[in-house]
């Protein structure tokens, strides 16, 4: 099975809006590595689960709300996100 990744234009013109600005060139990297890291996870969680790259991802977002819920419930830190 191929598969191909569709990266919106969001991230693209998200780190020519920050390195324009003047922003640092490693943040910018920093969160480019990020989403490349989430797009892996959830293409994993997908075929692990046997569902869409679409559900996996709904699936993984609801898990980081709940965890953040969770956090904020406790007092504890949640996970940061970039």
């Known amino acids: ?3 191909v990744v569709v990266v919106g234009h969001g991230m693209v013109g998200s780190r020519f809006v920050e390195e324009l600005v003047g922003a640092d060139l490693d943040r910018a ?14 293409l994993k969680r997908a075929e692990t689960e046997s ?3 679409l559900a996996a991802a709904i699936g993984q977002a609801q898990d980081r709300i709940d965890e953040a819920r969770r956090a904020a ?3 504890t830190p949640g996970e940061r996100v970039l």
């Open 1 to 3: 099975m191929r598969r």
């Open 29 to 42: 990297r920093a969160r480019t590595e990020a989403v490349f890291g989430t797009t892996r996870q959830v």
């Open 51 to 53: 569902v869409t790259p």
């Open 73 to 75: 419930e406790d007092g």
